[in-house]
T-cell receptor
Framework: GEQVEQLPSILRVQERSSASINCTYENSASNYFPWYKQEPGENPKLIIDIRSNMERKQIQGLIVLLDKKAKRFSLHITDTQPADSAMYFCAASTGYQNFYFGKGTSLTVIP | GPKVLQIPSHQIIDMGQMVTLNCDPVSNHLYFYWYKQILGQQMEFLVNFYNGKVMEKSKLFKDQFSVERPDGSYFTLKIQPTALEDSAVYFC????????????FGPGTRLTVL
């Protein structure tokens, strides 16, 4: 099956700085890369996604980059706030097949 | 936005018993999934289901596991018999089958096997 590596596992940043999370995947047929935010005791919620026909996507302070040659994608949170503190999971998928998730990044934004 | 519901939110059972986890997916969705998350770890794919059939399952989907969605009712995950290592949070997800691949996740069922 697909392996998705996600780093770092723990990330602490100062408020208003940026935070970056990196993921790599194995299956070159992967074409959909969502990012989910999960708060303690809650279900994962999609925050941004990117498809393989794009290299960059931005929604407000969230930027995702995709490098298909390197099989690498990343999430960048600009101007972080304490409310951004949560677990973040990347995933790779070939469409309607299952998502292969990374192991998650615990982000803490320090006021 | 669209909501996936899961019943129950918590379930405690003795090892060897049967358990059924229920998922009420988004109403017009066609693809259904179960994931398993052990505390503090990533979600791991168990199975996906489309058009009344299992499309793909992982090695975590043991022979003791089964899924069904009789007549458009709940999408269920049954474990019979349960084992200690089945203790986890089980998330159901659904997606629409249109050009959006987004999977909507339910709130999870926390299963504790004693």
């Amino acid at each position: 099956g697909e392996q998705v590596e996600q780093l770092p596992s723990i990330l602490r940043v100062q408020e208003r700085s940026s935070a970056s999370i990196n993921c790599t995947y194995e299956n070159s047929a992967s074409n959909y890369f969502p990012w989910y935010k999960q708060e303690p005791g809650e279900n994962p919620k999609l925050i941004i996604d990117i498809r393989s026909n794009m290299e960059r996507k931005q929604i407000q302070g969230l930027i995702v980059l995709l490098d298909k040659k390197a099989k690498r994608f990343s999430l960048h949170i600009t101007d972080t706030q304490p409310a951004d503190s949560a677990m973040y999971f990347c995933a790779a998928s070939t469409g309607y097949q299952n998502f292969y998730f990374g192991k998650g990044t615990s982000l803490t934004v320090i006021p | 936005g669209p909501k996936v519901l899961q019943i129950p939110s918590h379930q405690i059972i003795d090892m060897g018993q049967m358990v059924t986890l229920n998922c009420d997916p988004v109403s017009n969705h066609l693809y259904f999934y179960w994931y398993k998350q052990i505390l503090g770890q990533q979600m791991e794919f168990l199975v996906n289901f489309y058009n009344g059939k299992v499309m793909e399952k992982s090695k975590l989907f043991k022979d003791q596991f089964s899924v069904e969605r009789p007549d458009g009712s709940y999408f269920t995950l049954k474990i019979q018999p349960t084992a200690l290592e089945d203790s986890a949070v089980y998330f159901c997800a659904s997606s629409s089958g249109d050009i959006s691949y987004e999977q909507y996740f339910g709130p999870g069922t926390r299963l504790t096997v004693l």
